[in-house]
C-alpha cells in the first residue's frame, strides 16, 4: 500500500481564520492526513489540546503517525465528525476555542484504484466507502435501488441534467450483468448524455460525485452538525468550514445565517416571542477561495470555499 499523501488545502486561510492561540482546545472532525491538525498542535504549544475524528483507517493511521511529536496533547477517534456530541464526552472536552471540518476527498482516496473514487480508474472497485468496515458500497447502490431513488440520488447529489437517462441505462445494463467496475459506470455515464455536451471532456465528475456522497450519507445531518458544533464554542472561539461544492457550500452558509440572525419571528408578529439571539459574527461575508498560485499547484483546490464564524455569545 503507498503512503498516505494528501496536500492540505487553503492551510494558511483556515489557521488564521481558526486565530490559534497557545492552550486552546481544537476539534478537527475531519482528520485526513493531519495536515491541519499538526498546524494547530504546532501553533498551540505547549499546552494546546486537539480531539480529531476520521471513518477511514488509512487517514487514521497516517495522521497518528504524522502527529506523535505532539504526543499527550491530540486524541483521534474513529467516528465520524457528526457524533460530535460522543466523541467530546469520551475525550471529556465541554467547551472548544475552535472547530475546522474539511470535507474535501483525499489525493490520496482519489489516487488509490482499490478506493473506487474515482471515474479516471476504468478498473477500479465500485466502492467509494470512506469507512471500509461499512458494508453499503457503490456497486450495492447501483445494483440494488430502484431507478426512481438512483436517478433522484443524481439529480439531488450530483444536480445531473441527464439523470433519468443515466439512472434508466443502469438499470438496463445491469439487468444483463452486475455493474462492478468504475469503468463500466463511466461508459453508461457518457453514453447517456448528447454528444454536444460531452464536447469539454469526461462528463461523469458529477455522477460519481453523487454517489459517493450518497453512499457516504455526506449530507445527511449536516445542518445540524454545523449548529451543534458552533454552540460548543467558547465566547470568541471560531469555526472554519472548507466545502468543495455548491450542495455542502449551501448547507454552511445556511447554517451561518440561522447563527447569525436576532429573531426567526414571523415577520407579521408585533414583537419578538422566539428569544433568538445572535450567536456568532460571520467573518467571511463572501467565501475565502484558494489563491493562483495555489491552485496552480494543487488543481483540487480551484472549487474549495472556506467559510469562517466567530462565537459572540
Known sequence: MKEFAHVSVMLEECLKGLNVKNGG??????????????EILKRSAPDGRLIATDLDDDAIAAADKRLSEFDGRYKIFKSNYKDYENVLSLAGVDKLDGVLLDFGISSYQIDSEERGFSYLKPDAPLDMRMDRTSDFTAERLLNEYSYKDIAKILKEYGEEKFANNIAANIVKAREKKPLTKCGELTD?????IPA?????????RQSFQAIRIAVNGELDGLYDCVLGLTRRLKRGGRIAILTFHSLEDRIVKQAFKMLECDCICDKSLPVCVCDKRKEIEILTKKPITASERETAVNSRSKCAKLRIAEKTT
Open 188 to 192: 453508461i455515464i457518457e453514453s447517456s
Open 25 to 38: 482546545v481544537y476539534f478537527d472532525g475531519t482528520l485526513g492526513g493531519g495536515g491541519h491538525s499538526y
Open 196 to 204: 454536444k455536451f460531452r464536447r469539454n471532456g469526461p462528463c461523469a
